[in-house]
């Protein structure tokens, strides 16, 4: 393997990008934010309606870094062993033998988290937040790179457990694929007429890669001053008066890491408040708790980030 550099990032990051361009049309933005989030170490809560293409996004991701894909559909009934495995007595060995679950791949999928039961949903965020899982008093490594992109449907909520702020925290980042244009929807139409794209895609990277970049990312330098923008961004969250439970420090954390890997997808090896401010919207909105108040004037978390942007100012005090 030939030595890596913050170039090697940002050409890593336009092939990639490219691979997956050939299934998922369009969304190019939300493709490096996710791209962020696998460079940063953390997960992707996708959050949108169904049929927009979260589930080939997360196969080709996984075919372009040579990585196994795995997708677990969350029911009420699912239980935690049915995410990390099991151990099964073997009568010829005269011992039990684990059989991994799921989650022992390095881009997973949990389908629509919400409709899986809290104690479910913690086991999922337990292997998230340790990189490991624990069956039966025995301890089993999760491989690096591991990425978990938890999906979830804003229109229905029947039936659903709503993730609590507690477990929404431990998320990376959240994003949004929305619907695509009336020209990426024809381009779709045309890609898809006689095969899917995505048996084509093969892999650009090798997981031995990613995991070396995974370590570059947090070697981009941080000035004293862009950190100082950062901490005041997520203070200036827990002080808004529409807000009843602003960002925590690990939002503080998320957002540096994601900026880190942000400038080094663009060959930099330093931040820019650029670089915080194009990250800030994925990374803080979710963490946001509104008061009931303003939820029902219609104020999104989306909508208070954007205000804290404007009103934050680089290197001074926030303007009132």
Do not use: W
Not at 208 to 233: G, H, P, T
Not at 289 to 318: F, H
């Amino acid at each position: 393997m030939t030595e890596l550099t913050i170039n090697s990032i940002a050409e890593f990051g336009q092939t990639v990008a490219d691979n997956i361009g050939r299934v998922i049309v369009g969304k190019r933005r939300e493709v490096y934010l996710i791209l962020t989030a696998l460079l940063s170490g953390g997960h992707v809560l996708l959050e949108d309606v169904p049929g927009v293409g979260k589930t080939m996004l997360a196969r080709a991701l996984a075919k372009s870094i040579g990585g196994r894909f795995s997708r677990i559909q969350c029911t009420p009934d699912l239980l935690p062993s049915d995410i990390t495995g099991v151990s099964v007595f073997n009568q010829k060995q005269g011992d039990f033998v684990f059989h991994p679950g799921p989650i022992m791949a390095q881009v997973v999928l949990a389908d629509e988290i919400n409709r899986a039961t809290p104690r479910t949903q913690s086991s999922l965020l337990e292997a998230m937040g340790e990189m490991q899982v624990t069956v039966d008093g025995v301890t089993y490594p999760l491989a690096a790179p591991f990425l978990v992109i938890a999906t979830q449907n804003p229109i229905e909520y029947e039936g659903t457990f709503p993730l609590p702020e507690a477990q929404l925290d431990r998320f990376f980042m959240r994003i949004h694929l929305g619907y695509p244009s009336v020209s990426e929807e024809k381009a779709i139409l045309q890609r898809l007429q006689v095969e899917h794209p995505i048996e084509d895609i093969s892999a650009c990277t090798s997981l031995d890669e990613v995991a070396v970049m995974q370590r570059l990312v947090c070697d981009v330098f941080v000035e004293e001053s862009v950190r100082d923008y950062i901490v005041r961004l997520t203070h200036a969250s827990r002080s808004h008066p529409q807000v009843q439970l602003g960002a925590s420090p690990r939002g503080s954390l998320a957002l540096m890491r994601a900026s880190q890997a942000s400038a080094a997808l663009q060959g930099r090896d330093y931040v820019i408040p650029d670089d915080v401010k194009g990250s800030a919207m994925s990374v803080l909105a979710h963490r946001l708790l509104l008061r009931p108040e303003s939820v029902m004037r219609g104020v999104t978390a989306e909508a208070i980030v954007g205000e804290l942007l404007e009103r934050v100012a680089v290197g001074a005090e926030p303007r009132s």
